[in-house]
C-alpha cells in the first residue's frame, strides 16, 4: 500500500466523526510587519557511535544515515528525502580511546581519539569515522559546522584522564595548559580550514555546571570536565588569541550550559552565565574578543518536565538575552528525563515521542527566541518504534565490536525535520494570534502553530497534540501570497513522514491529522 493511500485512508476514516465534535476552525493571524528572531540553523550532534559506523559499517547504510540528515532533495512524489540540516556537530575528542581500557570510560563507543600525540605531534587520520559523516555533511551543503570539544587532550588534564576524579567542581586542565589546549583547538581548525573543512564555530567548554567526576577505579561514562566561569573567561580569551595568531575566522560558541536557567539564574560556579559573559560591568565578560560574537548556548534538557515550567524558563532566557542584547541557541537536547512520558505508563510509542520533540523545539523557537535548535545525538541503539527518547535514528548492530549493523528512521527525524528542512537560516519568524484565545500552557496540550517567513516563502508549522482531526485557517495581513500551497505530514500511520501534499487555496483552510504534524509551504507573488 502507497504511502498516499495509506494517509487517504487514516483521515477519511477520522475526518467525519471527529471534526463534528470541532466545527470551529483554529484560525491564526499573522502580520509581516510583526517579526521575531532571526533563525541561524537547524542542527544535530553524530557522538558516540560513528567512529565505529562511519569507519567499518556497510556503505550503503551510512550513506542512508547521510540522506536523511542531510538532504534536501525530495523523490518522485514529492516526498523529502532526508531533513536538510543546516548546522552539524563534531565533537574533538580528548585522546581517551588510546588509552584503551586504563580510560576509566566503561563504554569504548564513548572514548574519543585525539588528534594530537603524546610528543607534540599531530596524527590526521585520527576520528576517520567522525569525519566522514562531517564530510557527508560538507558534500550535501550544510551551512554550519560546528567543532566541541567535552575535555581538553588527556596530556593535558590534571589526572591524565578525560574526566574528574574528584568532586571539586574545578576544571581537570592543568593551569599552566591554557595556551597549550587553546592553541591545540585552533591548529585542528586550521589544518581542516586548509583540507576545505571549515568550522564556523569552535566550543570549548561543554555543560560546565556538571561535576564530571567518577572516584578511581568507578566506571566513568564519558569525557567532561567542570569549569568555573572566571575558567571559561580565561580560556575563552585565549582561544581567541589562539584563532587570530593562527588567521582561523571561525567564531566561539560559548558556554554549552548543562539547562537553560543556568543561562540566566541558579547558584555556584558556573551560573547566571549571560550576565556573566555579557554584561559590561562584571569583570568575567568577554564583549570586546574579535572571535566572540553575542551569542550564547544552553542545553534544554532538564527543562522540559510540565508545560508552565517549561515556558516560564524559556520566557526567563528570552527576556535576559533580550535585556544584554545577545542571540540564544539551543545547542544540545534529547528526552534525557522523564518529562516526554507526560504521566503515561509503559513504553512510549514513536509518535508521541515525536509529538514532544516537536513541542519542545516550538517552545525554544516561541518562547525561548532561540535562533538555532540543534540535537544531541542523531543516532543510538533502540527500538524506532518506542521509547525513542535519545535519538532520530535507530541503530540495529549485528555485533558487539560495531562493525556492523542495519539503521531505521523513526517518527523523531521527521518531527525535526518539520522543522530543518524548511525552516532556512536566515528566515524570521512571525508572531502570530490565535482566535481560541487559549493561554501558553493550554496551547501546548492543544494545537501549537510557528511561522517564519523568508524574501520567497511562509512557512508554518502546526502540531496537533489533541486526539482529534482539527481544521487550521490563515489570517494573513501585508503578504501578496499564491493560492495554491504544499504541505508536508507526519502521523502515526507507518509511512507518513513528512508525506507530500498539494492544497489548491491555502484560504480554504488545512486540515490537521490527530497526533500528527504538518509544515505549511506558501510562496509569495
Request: hydrophobic content about 35%.
Amino acid at each position: 500500500m502507497s504511502r498516499k493511500l495509506i494517509f487517504a485512508i487514516s483521515i477519511s476514516m477520522l475526518s467525519a466523526p471527529v471534526f463534528s465534535q470541532n466545527p470551529k476552525p483554529l484560525v491564526i493571524k499573522i502580520d509581516a510587519n510583526k517579526t521575531a528572531q532571526q533563525i541561524d540553523n537547524f542542527g544535530a550532534a553524530g557522538a558516540w557511535f560513528s567512529e565505529g559506523i562511519g569507519k567499518n559499517w556497510p556503505v550503503e547504510n551510512r550513506e542512508q544515515m547521510a540522506e536523511w540528515l542531510f538532504s534536501k532533495e525530495k523523490d518522485k512524489s514529492g516526498n523529502p528525502k532526508g531533513i536538510g540540516l543546516s548546522a552539524w556537530r563534531f565533537n574533538i575528542g580528548g585522546g581517551t580511546a588510546e588509552q584503551g581500557d586504563s580510560s576509566g570510560i566503561s563504554d569504548f563507543r564513548k572514548r574519543v581519539e585525539s588528534f594530537l600525540n603524546p610528543d607534540g605531534t599531530y596524527d590526521w587520520t585520527k576520528q576517520a569515522g567522525y569525519l566522514w559523516f562531517t564530510k557527508k555533511a560538507k558534500e550535501y551543503g550544510v551551512e554550519n559546522l560546528i567543532a566541541f570539544s567535552n575535555t581538553p587532550p588527556v596530556q593535558f588534564t590534571k589526572n591524565g584522564l578525560g574526566y574528574k576524579t574528584e568532586k571539586d567542581y574545578v576544571n581537570n586542565l592543568k593551569s599552566d595548559k591554557y595556551e597549550a589546549y587553546a592553541t591545540f583547538l585552533a591548529t585542528v581548525l586550521k589544518h581542516f580550514d586548509e583540507e576545505g573543512l571549515h568550522f564556523n564555530y569552535i566550543s570549548p567548554v561543554n555543560e560546565p555546571q556538571w561535576d564530571w567526576s567518577h572516584p578511581v577505579g568507578a566506571p566513568a561514562k564519558q569525557e567532561g570536565t567542570p569549569w568555573k566561569n572566571e575558567d571559561i573567561a580565561r580560556i575563552t580569551t585565549e582561544l581567541d588569541h589562539a584563532l587570530t595568531k593562527n588567521n582561523v575566522a571561525s567564531k566561539i560558541l560559548i558556554t554549552e550550559a548543562a539547562q537553560l536557567d543556568f543561562l540566566y539564574g541558579r547558584n555556584g560556579h558556573a551560573t547566571k552565565q549571560i550576565q556573566a559573559f555579557f554584561n559590561p560591568t562584571i569583570p568575567t565578560q568577554l564583549t570586546n574578543l574579535k572571535h566572540l560574537p553575542k551569542l550564547i548556548g544552553g542545553h534544554s534538557y532538564f527543562t522540559d518536565k510540565g508545560d508552565s515550567a517549561r515556558i516560564a524558563t524559556r520566557q526567563h532566557v528570552a527576556d535576559t538575552v533580550r535585556k544584554y542584547n545577545v542571540t540564544f541557541w539551543q545547542t544540545e537536547y534529547s528526552m534525557l528525563a522523564d518529562g516526554y512520558k507526560e504521566s503515561k505508563k509503559g513504553k512510549i510509542p514513536a509518535i508521541d515521542c515525536a509529538l514532544f520533540l516537536s513541542k519542545v523545539i516550538h517552545d525554544d523557537l516561541v518562547y525561548g527566541n532561540a535562533a538555532a535548535w540543534q540535537l544531541w545525538n542523531s543516532w543510538e541503539p533502540g527500538s524506532p518504534d518506542f521509547d525513542t527518547r535519545y535519538y532520530v535514528i535507530a541503530l540495529n548492530p549485528s555485533d558487539k565490536e560495531y562493525i556492523n549493523g542495519t539503521v531505521t528512521a523513526t517518527k523523531n527525524l521527521w518531527a525535526l525535520g518539520h522543522y530543518s528542512r524548511f525552516v532556512r537560516p536566515g528566515m524570521q519568524r512571525l508572531n502570530l494570534t490565535r482566535n481560541d484565545n487559549l493561554t501558553t500552557v493550554q496551547i501546548a496540550q492543544d494545537v501549537m502553530v510557528s511561522a517564519y517567513a523568508s524574501e520567497k516563502q511562509i512557512v508554518l508549522v502546526a502540531i496537533n497534540y489533541t486526539e482529534n482531526v482539527r481544521d487550521l485557517k490563515l489570517d494573513l495581513s501585508g503578504f501578496k501570497l499564491k493560492k495554491g500551497f504544499e504541505s508536508y505530514t507526519t502521523t502515526t500511520e507507518q509511512g507518513v513522514d513528512m508525506q507530500f501534499g498539494k492544497g489548491i487555496d491555502w484560504k480554504k483552510g488545512v486540515r490537521l491529522p490527530a497526533r500528527g504534524l504538518v509544515t505549511v509551504v506558501l510562496e509569495k507573488n
